[in-house]
């Protein structure tokens, strides 16, 4: 049971890696929400591939019984686990800019919105 909570951990962890990078790229070459969610998603698929696959991250061999998602395959199983964990991710948080945002304004209010009217 250890092992597999390494594992998880491990893509948790790569997870919000990949949201942090997709963040970044998007913030960068698209700032007004010029284009479709789709987009997003398919970098962040790219991005979670790659990064697993470069750094050679295989949650999957952690897993206790043999399989043969081990290797290469299981680094690209987990590149898409990363993904969708960075998904549920940003959809909680908002991404991270909206995230610092938040932190930085003290008031849950995100760019560009109006801080909410203190009671007299």
Same mark, same amino acid.
Request: charged share 5%; proline share 4%.
């Given at each position: 049971m250890k092992v597999l909570t390494v594992a998880w951990g491990t893509v948790a962890a790569? +997870?919000?890696?990949?949201?942090a990078l997709v963040d970044v790229l998007k913030h960068g070459f698209d700032r007004g929400t010029r284009w479709p969610g789709?987009?997003?998603?398919l970098t962040a698929l790219i991005v979670g591939v790659?990064?697993?696959v470069i750094w050679r991250i295989d949650a999957i061999q952690a897993a206790p019984?043999?399989? +043969?998602l081990q290797g290469l395959s299981g680094e690209v199983l987990t590149g898409i686990l990363a993904c969708g964990g960075a998904s549920i991710a940003h959809g909680a948080t908002g991404?991270?800019?909206a995230a610092k945002d938040r932190l930085q304004n003290g008031n849950g209010a995100e760019r560009g919105?109006?801080?909410p009217s203190k009671p007299v």
């Open positions: 790569l +997870s919000i890696i990949v949201m789709w987009v997003w998603a790659a990064v697993a019984p043999q399989t +043969s991404g991270l800019y919105s109006e801080a």
